[in-house]
């Protein structure tokens, strides 16, 4: 193995274990000799690699954060404007995916906020800001075409984020039991019917709402 390979893999494999660290413990509660331990490295050999423990903490936020994009098949439908009941869904079933498949990720961007919230965001807008811009302009277009009722965009894009977020454990609060939903199928169809609810205008007829959603998932 070439110097260069033995330093890439090095470098991935401080990342991938300081991305786990960081999310469970916090960027106070991860000290760099664990997260050396853990990746069998030396402490002198991590701090050859990063000059800091804060360089560490954003790389493994942005390897995370890379990749995350909005599906093709998504930003065409946002493009072409398509009926809420169909991109709704899909925008939907993208938050479960991604909050399901990516736990890591969520807890890291609550971390840099919470804890080295003076990077935070430009490094969040970098990555997050093209997803919920898209899904921003698609709510207002739709609105100034009456598809969808005359509500706040930038505040129905946070709060279907929140909705998928927030939601499940929320719910544990308020029940004392698991969300009513057994998987992530049953989650996206009771975020679809609930939000279609909220957003179609009145006059489109409680029907389309209560149609069943598109269930559009990409591979």
């Known amino acids: 193995m070439t110097l260069s390979s033995r330093n890439s893999e090095q470098v991935h494999k ?54 995350l994009k909005l599906r093709r098949d998504l930003l065409d439908g946002i493009a072409e404007s398509a009926e809420p009941e169909v991109i709704l869904p899909q925008i939907l079933t993208q938050l479960v995916d991604t909050a399901i498949l990516k736990p890591e990720l969520l807890r890291l961007i609550a971390v840099a906020f919470i804890e080295l919230h003076w990077k935070a965001e430009a490094v969040c807008f970098e990555y997050l800001s093209p997803i919920f811009s898209a899904v921003n302009r698609y709510l207002a277009m739709n609105i100034q075409s009456g598809k969808v009722r005359n509500l706040d965009p930038a505040m129905v894009t946070a709060a279907l984020a929140t909705t998928v977020m927030v939601h499940p454990e929320l719910s544990k609060l308020i029940y004392g039991a698991a969300p009513p939903y057994s998987d992530s199928r049953e989650a996206i169809q009771l975020y679809t019917k609930f939000w279609l609810d909220v957003l179609l205008p009145p006059a489109l007829g409680r029907s389309r709402a209560n149609t069943h959603p598109t269930e559009a998932r990409s591979t």
């Open 14 to 67: 401080i990342v991938q274990v300081a991305a786990q660290l960081f999310a469970r413990q916090g960027y106070h509660g991860t000290s760099t000799r664990e997260i050396a331990r853990l990746a069998e490295i030396s402490e002198n050999t991590l701090f050859r690699q990063f000059e800091h423990k804060e360089d560490i903490f954003w790389a493994a936020l942005r390897s995370r954060l890379s990749g």
